[in-house]
């Protein structure tokens, strides 16, 4: 699939985390390819350096920021790993996330309840916190967050998992409402089924192809069908657009 080109993200910085696989490293290639210097951020140092060398194979510029952003400290030293090496962050992605067990919820346990709202929600609050002084003080910036069709439609995962993303949602709107006068754009994806590794791993083929017989436009999503919609949103494509939740869907969630 052809990247959609936007010149005017060329020479920016953007930090993308839990970029190392799916949808997080087709965004990074996209941004890449249109000129963006981007750092990945990943728990999995070895996929991190893999998608690095890629990016750098390709032509692109990309540093590897490996790390579990849902510690703060930790993410702390990745903004600054990022500024020493590129300079201020313009464009954030905060992708980490992970759906845990789709357990009843009288079986999630607290643990499981504090760790999937830990890994989808307060994640992004720990990476927006860090970039977002820097992005008010330069009047200029772009997030894009991450959510889910669960957090848009009851009964497709846990309590945990719907209810961290539908926060997200909220997370997203207050955020733009906050910081549009300062120049800067907050929007949220909630895709559905998006093909990875594990989609292929552990579904034959004929499972996939009844999985997609379930989306109107009949196939499942692809990372770079998002990756394509991160693009949009960062650009000046979409100057006048924030605090939006585009569904990504194929047509199984219509507004």
């Known amino acids: 699939m052809a990247v959609t080109f936007h010149p005017d993200l060329a020479g920016k910085v953007a930090l993308v985390t839990g970029g190392s696989r ?13 000129g963006v210097r981007v750092a990945v951020n990943g728990r999995d140092v070895a996929a991190v350096d893999e998608l690095v060398a890629a990016i750098g194979a390709d032509g692109g510029t990309a540093l590897a920021v490996p ?12 903004r ?3 500024e020493r090496a590129f300079g201020p962050i313009d464009i954030l992605a905060p992708f980490v996330g992970g759906q845990g067990r789709p357990v009843p919820t009288h079986q999630l346990g607290a643990e499981q309840w504090r ?7 307060t ?6 916190s860090e970039v977002l002084p820097s992005m008010i003080e330069r009047r200029t910036g772009a997030i894009v967050t991450m959510s889910s069709i669960a957090g848009r439609v009851p009964g497709q995962a846990s309590a945990a998992y719907a209810a961290a ?5 909220m997370f997203t709107k207050h955020l733009a409402s906050e910081v549009g006068r300062h120049g800067i754009r907050v929007n949220c994806l909630a895709p ?5 590794s594990r989609m292929r791993e552990h579904m034959s083929a004929d499972q996939l192809a009844e999985l997609a017989s379930h989306f109107p436009l009949g196939r499942i999503g692809r990372p770079d069908d998002v ?13 006048w657009v924030t605090g939006a939740t585009l569904d990504l869907t194929g047509g199984r969630v219509i507004a």
């Open 22 to 34: 799916g949808i997080g490293a087709a965004t990074g290639r996209a941004l890449a390819a249109n």
């Open 67 to 78: 790390g579990d952003a849902t510690d703060a400290a930790t993410v702390h030293r990745i």
């Open 80 to 82: 600054e790993e990022v």
């Open 115 to 121: 760790a999937t709202v830990e890994a989808n929600l």
């Open 123 to 128: 994640s992004v609050y720990l990476a927006v």
């Open 165 to 169: 993303n539908a926060g997200l949602v």
């Open 192 to 196: 559905s089924a998006v093909l990875n």
């Open 227 to 239: 990756a394509e919609a991160v693009l949009y949103l960062v650009s000046d494509a979409a100057s």
